[in-house]
């Protein structure tokens, strides 16, 4: 899933930045979530804060990052239940100073998984990726002991 380092040569100076920041997410899930994160919710375009003030470039840019998200979320999609939850469980180690039956209670509440498909993903790829995540959400929510989602926090 090294995506980005495969395209980081048609990508100029301070834009390949954010191949870089790509590189240092171990996880795939963690891949996504920074990729949709990177899409602006107005526009559908990618946008990156080391991105140049020339239009033509943030094209280029938004373009490139759109190529990597469908691709990373398409090896995503292809990979088995089992891996994913190796991935989503390897995602949640990494973030640190979280309590994680308060995580799944919130991906349960919120459903953020479903924003880290990219736009042009529809169909089928979509729904497998939304019931494969509530599978996996299932699974680990008896791990951590999440009873069920609070609806009212």
């Known amino acids: 899933m090294d995506v980005a380092a495969k395209l980081a040569p ?4 301070s834009e390949s930045l954010w191949v870089r920041d790509l ?5 795939a899930y963690g891949k996504l979530v920074y990729l949709a994160g990177l899409r ?3 526009t559908g375009r990618y946008e990156h804060y080391s991105s140049s003030s020339s239009l033509i470039s943030n094209l280029v840019a938004s373009r490139t ?3 990597v998200h469908e691709a990373i979320f398409k090896d995503w999609v292809a990979l088995k239940l089992e ?3 190796a991935d989503i469980e390897l995602y949640i180690s990494g973030i640190g100073q979280v ?3 308060e995580l799944i209670d919130a991906w349960l509440r919120l459903t953020p998984y479903k924003n880290l498909v990219p736009a042009s993903v529809q169909g089928p790829e979509r ?3 939304i019931s494969d995540f509530e599978a996996i959400l299932g699974l680990l929510k008896n791990v951590y002991g ?4 609070d609806r009212d926090a």
């Open 99 to 101: 309590d994680k039956a």
């Open 10 to 13: 048609e990508i100029d100076g």
């Open 65 to 67: 990052i759109k190529r």
């Open 23 to 27: 590189t240092l997410i171990d996880s």
């Open 83 to 85: 891996k994913k939850k």
């Open 146 to 149: 999440v009873a069920s989602p």
């Open 40 to 42: 602006n919710q107005d």
């Open 127 to 129: 729904q497998k990726h």
